[in-house]
């Protein structure tokens, strides 16, 4: 009964509003209001594709105020967070997989920014990595699911992260000349500040400048109880530097460079990030430095839809320095971390027709290397890898479109003398069909592969999984997915926009090495999204997740709850656009329990309130005026995989200005 109790609710009120938004439109139809394009809704639904795919643009992103990526998509379907309201320690899960509460990942996840694998190790008690801060961006994607991520890496078996750094022709307008943005945001749980500064130059039509500089700080949060969460201040500075020159016939050439750095420090901070308390891992001083470099050419003909090619290189490095304080000489708190990632992608597109068919694949290949120096608890060594990926988007007539997906990768993990040597072939097959009457049904089968990571080596006193086997072996993982979507404008009332999408998914994943004392893991689940607006202005979101799942014990063979599961969740927001200039919501978000590895988390019902002001004309014009309201109703409450309490209520006010 607890797995439907909290979509059941949220359905109810989703229902409710979706019959009374009509009638309301009637009622305001003498007021003289702006007209207001279709779909003003905040989050577009994908229905036009069979990947579980949600976007977050740049206007959401500056509409949730987020301080960190965790926090920017956690309101994903399917998405979970650990402790996502604070850098250090914060980890995302999609559908099960992902971060948990001993490592900051189980590399089922990807994270990529501008193509960079980014946030990647498995180091004892520290989070994610993904130090960066979610003002350099201006486009994440979440793919939930591994039947949309063959292009970008193989084992991801819970889903993808994909982040998309700014350009200076987004605020250039792609016309020659200087546009400064400044940003300052507020908050008062915490004290929190961020100072958002951004130069873009364009001299010429062909070539243009971005820098972005962020410093980003909060104090200790409180609780919906009043009770301080100690050690949750933090001080990110971030920096961005990104360059793109267009040139040749048609400007059919172009190439592009771009370099971020982030750094934190935290001293006198406990070891532990997940939980923030002594414990007895004790205090340490913690250095953070992030950089990531990138350089991508770009060949795209006018006039050959056969060529569009794309080469990234890019490098990313992360040191983590930690000090015990007071010093007593241990390995664990004295351990110091740097790990290098260099990669190289050269992938091509091709639009050509065959027959009643039209194709638009995408080829190309990959090669990885990465190298890691040794700490306790973490092995070092080197990780190269080699892949070739293949995805084909074929359209057949006017409703049919099938797309096969495969990727081969090979690899070989060496520290001094040792060496071991695995390959994998994964494949993925989705189809959509889309009726003339709005509705389409959709589904994919996925075979993917976990490679064996630098963690599975065979020195056990560095392997804290302590068998050296895992090295040879690779987890194998077999998803499902099925759903139905609907999409539609005049539905109920003349103009309106309609958009629903359901997507059931099981996923078995077996030859387990990722957790300890596990062989086997299947999970089952629903994901459902939809939108509706009005030409007046309203609109409605929602979506929410169900999911179950059992894990087998290696030793015994007996299966029980897995111990990953996100709680089931319903998120709806109902809102109001006047014209461009305000845009008013309230969203509410409804969390179920959970009993999972001894977490146990209650029910429970958050309330927010955003609302954005943004003048056309006038003195004001550029400038963008926000007030949020997160956790209104100042809940005490603690999230399935965070081990400590979430913040209370946080009044978030944010001024930019374009000039």
Request: aromatic residues 10%; hydrophobic residues 35%; glycine residues 10%.
């Amino acid at each position: 009964m607890d797995t439907f109790r909290t979509l059941s609710k949220a359905l109810l009120c989703t229902t409710a509003i979706g019959i009374a938004m009509p009638l309301a439109a009637q009622e305001i139809g003498d007021i003289d209001l702006d007209a207001v394009e279709l779909g003003n809704s905040k989050r577009d639904v994908h229905t036009e594709t069979a990947t579980s795919v949600t976007t977050i643009n740049q206007e959401e992103i500056n509409d949730r105020q987020a301080g960190t990526i965790a926090e920017l998509i956690d309101s994903v379907p399917g998405v979970s967070l650990i402790n996502g309201s604070t850098p250090q320690g914060s980890g995302i899960n999609i559908r099960g997989f992902g971060a948990n509460t001993t490592y900051g990942t189980d590399q089922k996840v990807l994270v990529l920014v501008d193509g960079a694998t980014a946030g990647s190790e498995e180091l004892y008690r520290i989070g994610t990595q993904l130090y960066t801060d979610p003002a350099l961006y201006k486009h994440v994607s979440v793919i939930r699911g591994a039947a949309g991520a063959f292009e970008y890496g193989s084992g991801a078996i819970g889903g993808a992260v994909i982040l998309e750094t700014k350009d200076a022709s987004d605020f250039t307008g792609g016309e020659p000349g200087v546009k400064l943005r400044q940003t300052l945001e507020f908050g008062t749980n915490g004290n929190q500040f961020t100072s958002s500064s951004i130069l873009a130059w364009q001299p010429t039509e062909d070539f243009e400048v971005l820098g972005n500089y962020v410093y980003r700080s909060q104090n200790n949060q409180r609780d919906g109880d009043g009770n301080s969460i100690d050690y949750s201040e933090f001080a990110l500075p971030s920096w961005l530097l990104k360059a793109k020159k267009t040139f040749g016939q048609d400007g059919d050439h172009s190439f592009e460079l771009s370099y971020s750095d982030t750094q934190s420090e935290y001293n006198g901070v406990p070891y532990d990030e997940f939980t923030l308390a002594p414990g007895f891992f004790g205090f340490v001083d913690r250095d953070v430095h992030t950089r990531t470099a990138i350089a991508e050419y770009n060949f795209n003909p006018a006039d050959n839809d056969l060529i569009n090619l794309t080469a990234t290189l890019s490098y990313a490095d992360q040191e983590i320095f930690n000090t015990q304080v007071p010093q007593a000489g241990s390995a664990l708190l004295n351990a110091d971390h740097r790990y290098e990632t260099t990669k190289l992608t050269v992938k091509n597109t091709s639009l050509f027709d065959t027959g009643a068919a039209s194709h638009d694949l995408r080829a190309g290949i990959e090669v990885i290397r990465k190298d890691r120096v040794s700490a306790s608890a973490a092995p070092g060594g080197t990780d190269e890898r080699f892949a070739v990926f293949l995805v084909d988007e074929i359209t057949i007539g006017d409703g049919l479109t099938l797309t096969p997906a495969l990727r081969y990768e090979t690899q070989k993990i060496s520290n001094n003398d040792d060496y071991a040597g695995n390959n994998a072939f994964m494949g993925a097959l989705s189809a959509h069909y889309k009726f003339d009457n709005g509705f389409a049904i959709f589904g994919s089968v996925v075979a993917n592969s976990s490679l064996a990571i630098i963690d599975d080596q065979f020195d056990l006193i560095l392997n804290p999984r302590g068998n050296p086997d895992f090295i040879h072996q690779i987890e194998n993982a077999k998803s499902v997915e099925l759903g139905v979507s609907y999409d539609r404008t005049s539905v109920f009332a003349d103009g309106d926009d309609l958009r629903v999408k359901a997507t059931a998914y099981r996923t078995e994943l077996s030859d387990v090495t990722s957790y300890s004392g596990i062989s086997d893991i299947e999970t089952t689940g629903l994901e459902l999204e939809a939108s509706y607006s009005l030409e007046s202005g309203f609109y409605v979101d929602f979506n929410g997740n169900i999911q179950e799942g059992d894990a087998t014990a290696s030793a015994t063979g007996l299966s029980s709850e897995w111990g990953l599961l996100p709680a089931n969740e319903a998120r709806v927001t109902l809102g109001k656009r006047f014209g461009e200039e305000v845009d008013l919501s309230w969203e509410v978000v409804s969390r179920g329990s959970r009993n999972a590895s001894g977490l146990v988390t209650d029910d429970v019902v958050l309330h927010n309130l955003r609302a954005t002001f943004k003048p056309q004309n006038g003195v004001l014009e550029g400038t963008e005026i926000r007030v949020g309201v997160e956790n209104l109703l100042d809940e005490s409450y603690q999230t399935q995989f965070s081990v400590r309490e979430a913040p209370g209520r946080n009044i978030k006010f944010t001024l930019a200005k374009t000039f």
